[in-house]
T-cell receptor, first 114, second 115 residues
């Protein structure tokens, strides 16, 4: 079945640093979504990508839809303490040639460097 | 606008006991989803409702899990009997349109611990 692989699994950030993470799939996706989940809360949508090669920004966040349609990248510039959390990529699960519901990666956990 | 409400926020039970979770979606949202999120994993869809009808329950373990949305608004997810591997956060989400991946709003979840 379809799987989304996220890397890195976790990373430590220091305020002001830029952060990069990515998501890959063995199958083609037509939509890529990036969510952030804070402790004790549900995921919140950050950025949605709908077209191969698309580059979309939301404040300090920038995400790209890979040309192969099998990967996506999320960058956070000049990180701040409230960026801490778990970031998930997600996409609609394809079955029988039609798009179904969302599948999620395992997440990249951002923590503050001690 | 009020968000998706879930209760209880936390529940601890012993294996083989039963448990139920409640969800109240955003007003006017016809589509409701239940997800299971095991520690260290992303959410996994269990069931999707469109109004009071089931659209997709292909990943719901039907031997022990059941869900209903009788009046097309609130929903209840039940586990009977619970197993240790059911320990997870159960998230409810809603959207105005069916298949609106980018417009799903999630509740805070119910954290279930099965001992």
């Amino acid at each position: 079945g379809q799987q989304l692989n996220q890397s890195p699994q976790s990373m430590f950030i220091q305020e002001g640093e830029d952060v990069s993470m990515n998501c890959t799939s063995s199958s083609i996706f037509n939509t890529w979504l990036w969510y952030k989940q804070d402790p004790g809360e549900g995921p919140v949508l950050l950025i949605a990508l709908y077209k191969a090669g698309e580059l979309t920004s939301n404040g300090r966040l920038t995400a790209q839809f890979g040309i192969t349609r099998k990967d996506s990248f999320l960058n956070i510039s000049a990180s701040i303490p409230s960026d801490v959390g778990i970031y998930f990529c997600a996409g609609p699960w394809n079955y029988g040639g039609s798009q179904g519901n969302l599948i999620f990666g395992k997440g990249t956990k951002l923590s503050v460097k001690p | 606008e009020a968000g998706v409400a879930q209760s209880p926020r936390y529940k601890i039970i012993e294996k083989r006991q039963s448990v139920a979770f409640w969800c109240n979606p955003i007003s006017g949202h016809a589509t409701l989803y239940w997800y299971q999120q095991i520690l260290g994993q992303g959410p996994k869809l269990l069931i999707q409702f469109q109004n009071n009808g089931v659209v997709d329950d292909s990943q719901l373990p039907k031997d022990r899990f059941s869900a209903e949305r009788l009046k097309g608004v609130d929903s209840t997810l039940k586990i009977q009997p619970a197993k240790l591997e059911d320990s997870a956060v159960y998230l409810c989400a809603s959207s105005f349109y069916p298949g609106s991946y980018n417009e799903q709003f999630f509740g805070p979840g119910t954290r279930l611990t099965v001992l």
